[in-house]
T-cell receptor
Framework: DTGVSQNPRHKITKRGQNVTFRCDPI?????LYWYRQTLGQGPEFLTY????????KSRLLSDRFSAERPKGSFSTLEIQRTEQGDSAMYLC????????????FGEGSWLTVV | GNSVTQMEGPVTLSEEAFLTINCTYT??????LFWYVQYPGEGLQLLLK?????DKGSNKGFEATYRKETTSFHLEKGSVQVSDSAVYFC????????????FGTGTRLQVTL
């Protein structure tokens, strides 16, 4: 049973650099979500896809953030010109739009901007 | 808007003690309610869920009952173990939101011998 897979698990980058995270959802899931979690807080919704369409974006997703899911399978989250405030764990999750539609999370990608 | 409020932690208990973590919510309509658990350095794992009023979710000795009259979904366990030490998140998914989750801030549980 393959769950939601994220990589890299950890990334340290200098301020101003671009970073990209990848998420591979559970294979039969057509919905994919990105969340951000900072220390001591609960995850906050960033965006979600149904198949390849990005259907909702949070106000938290500034212009420096872009997410794609080109073939309705894996997704990437890119952060351009990183800032120290971007340091957080980026969580990917997936679910099905039919049936029980429970959301399953990956182990997250930690970003540290120095 | 939708929101979830959890009791602040950390909660420190001795092994075999009774656990309650309070969770209340604000949402329109009839949301689904969830408890997720996060072990150190890991992502979130679904612990239990309830989708309608008076439903009881249960898993691994944990239980929570969906109480619409008090807008609550408190997590309980009769006898905690050291291995239950983790951060617990209450969350809701409002009707018509494509299962998007709104989380509380989390409650850290520390169980000691």
């Amino acid at each position: 049973d393959t769950g939601v897979s994220q990589n890299p698990r950890h990334k340290i980058t200098k301020r101003g650099q671009n970073v990209t995270f990848r998420c591979d959802p559970i294979s039969e899931h057509n919905r994919l979500y990105w969340y951000r979690q900072t220390l001591g807080q609960g995850p906050e919704f960033l965006t979600y896809f149904q198949n390849e369409a990005q259907l909702e974006k949070s106000r938290l997703l500034s212009d420096r953030f872009s997410a794609e899911r080109p073939k309705g399978s894996f997704s990437t989250l890119e952060i351009q010109r990183t800032e120290q405030g971007d340091s957080a764990m980026y969580l990917c999750a997936s679910s099905s739009s039919t049936g029980r539609n429970t959301i399953y999370f990956g182990e997250g990608s930690w970003l540290t901007v120095v | 808007g939708n929101s979830v409020t959890q009791m602040e932690g950390p909660v420190t208990l001795s092994e075999e003690a009774f656990l309650t973590i309070n969770c209340t919510y604000t949402a329109t309509g009839y949301p689904s309610l969830f408890w997720y658990v996060q072990y150190p350095g890991e992502g979130l794992q679904l612990l239990l869920k309830a989708t309608k009023a008076d439903d009881k979710g249960s898993n691994k000795g944990f239980e929570a009952t969906y109480r619409k009259e008090t807008t609550s979904f408190h997590l309980e366990k009769g006898s905690v173990q050291v291995s239950d030490s983790a951060v617990y998140f209450c969350a809701l998914s409002a009707a018509g939101t494509a299962s998007k989750l709104t989380f509380g801030t989390g409650t850290r549980l520390q169980v000691t011998l």
